[in-house]
């Protein structure tokens, strides 16, 4: 019997595909004076690192707040997916 392995994607598919789903997530939570980029994505280990910027104007929420819902989505659209880490944009 042999063991299918499932052949990995080039790092800048994988990229892409992060960056996209980025894309249809950002507009769920609605916060309008933000964005979220990928900063950095290492295959090895599965990592994504994203850059927040801004927040919400009108709360006390910004992306960050929401970051653990934002792995979980990420990690079931992007099978190569291991970890996500954020950093937010220094305003100084």
Do not use: N, W, Y
Not at 1 to 22: Q, W, Y
Not at 45 to 58: N, R
């Amino acid at each position: 019997m042999s063991v299918l392995r499932k052949r990995s994607r080039p790092r800048e598919d994988v990229e892409h595909h992060i960056r996209h789903e980025l894309a249809a997530i950002l507009p769920i939570l609605r916060i309008e004076q933000c964005a979220i980029e990928l900063q950095a994505f290492d295959p090895a280990t599965g990592t994504a690192v994203l850059l927040i910027k801004g927040g919400c104007a009108e709360c006390d929420c910004s992306p960050a707040t929401f970051i653990q819902g934002i792995e979980t989505q990420l990690k079931l659209k992007v099978s190569e997916l291991r970890a996500v880490l954020a950093t937010e944009e220094s305003t100084g």
